[in-house]
């Protein structure tokens, strides 16, 4: 299993509504990342876990919670959105080794409405 | 710190044309290199990554050299296709364990 898979592919929330994001690896990797992308924009980096444990935080706000509940799995909790977090939501893992790239998956597309 | 400029795009071929979408970087030693490509409504995939000076990578017919004297991993294709349509990111990745970075990325379209 070469892949990042995510869920859903598209999501569209109120800005009080809670929801979460699911990202699952099978390939040992054991940094997972959080990318948040705006059109026609390189992804921004939001969270790093490292072993499981949140290695980074960019200064994200307090509305995206991330979880790691173990190395396969990384969750992206939202909650009380603006519409400015509209974007694209991309899952990533990789090897410890700076000789490798990241793994992404295909992304959540969330609207906040 | 460490950054990657792209040339700016967005760069329109017609098919069968030769494609060149320039790289540079700076960094403190010798980073590894990467070109993603983003199809549209898709998450990024590694199109070919090169880990030292000299390394060429390769992948469907792209190609790019890593040039330490010029700083620069520049990405080639010898005749683009339609399906070639994509946003392209280069990216290096300094020390294990650090983050990758991305350049500001380059759309690319391809005219029948």
């Known amino acids: 299993d070469t892949e990042v898979t995510q869920t859903p592919k598209h999501l569209v929330m109120g800005m009080t509504n809670k929801k979460s994001l699911k990202c699952e690896q099978h390939?040992?990797?054991?940094?997972m990342y959080w990318y948040k992308q705006k059109a026609k924009k390189p992804p921004e980096l939001m969270f790093v876990y490292s072993y499981e444990k949140l290695s980074i935080n960019e200064s994200v706000p307090s509305r995206f919670s991330p979880e790691c509940p173990n190395s396969s799995l990384l969750n992206l909790h939202l909650h009380a959105l603006q519409p400015e977090d509209s974007a694209l939501y991309l899952c990533?893992?990789?090897?410890?080794?700076?000789?490798?790239?990241?793994?992404f998956g295909s992304g959540t597309r969330l609207t906040v409405v | 710190g460490d950054s990657v400029t792209q040339m700016e795009g967005p760069v329109t071929l017609s098919e069968e044309a030769f494609l060149t979408i320039n790289c540079t970087y700076t960094?403190?030693?010798?980073?590894?290199l990467f070109w993603y490509v983003q199809y549209p409504g898709e998450g990024l995939q590694l199109l070919l990554k090169?880990?030292?000076?000299?390394d060429k990578g390769s992948n469907k017919g792209f190609e790019a050299t890593y040039r330490k004297e010029t700083t620069s991993f520049h990405l080639e294709k010898g005749s683009v296709q339609v399906s070639d349509s994509a946003v392209y990111f280069c990216a290096l990745r300094w020390t294990s364990g650090s983050r990758l970075t991305f350049g500001e990325g380059t759309q690319l379209t391809v005219n029948p």
């Open positions: 960094a403190t030693g010798y980073p590894s």
């Open positions: 990533a893992s990789s090897q410890g080794s700076r000789n490798y790239g990241y793994t």
């Open positions: 390939m040992g990797h054991r940094a």
């Open positions: 090169a880990t030292k000076a000299d």
